[in-house]
């Protein structure tokens, strides 16, 4: 069973732009996008931390499943053989710069027309 982790605040068919994938240091990657608010537009991330991997499909090739899934939310995929095989590869578990050990996990999100967006990593925020 897969598990709702989060749900973006208005539909990805309303941005005004993005979303962007950003690879930044200390193994983190950033999501962006920008929605229209009163005071004109406003960027709003996802930071995924301890990130092992991460793989991007874009329109035509996103799966039914995939936009079932995770249209406009972030879940975590159980029993993922991607999850399996990466760790199988590495340490099941990341260890943060302040010394916590935190498990990996299958994350997925998918924007409207693309694309969708997949991490083995540690957790996220919103940013």
Not at 17 to 40: F, H, Q, S
Request: charged share 25%; hydrophobic share 35%.
């Amino acid at each position: 069973m897969n598990q709702l982790l989060w749900e973006l605040p208005v539909p990805s068919s309303s941005q005004t732009k993005g979303p962007t994938l950003n690879v930044l240091v200390g193994r983190e990657c950033e999501i962006a996008y920008y929605i229209e608010t009163d005071d004109g537009d406003r960027k709003e991330a996802l930071i995924f931390e301890g990130v092992e991997a991460f793989k991007t499909t874009y329109m035509t090739a996103r799966s039914v499943d995939m936009i079932e899934m995770a249209y406009d939310r972030l879940v975590r995929i159980e029993a993922s053989p991607w999850l399996a095989e990466t760790t199988k590869n590495s340490d099941p578990y990341y260890q943060s710069r302040e010394g916590e050990a935190r498990k990996l996990q299958h994350l997925m999100i998918c924007f409207d027309d693309g694309p969708c967006y997949e991490f083995i990593c540690a957790g996220f925020k919103v940013a």
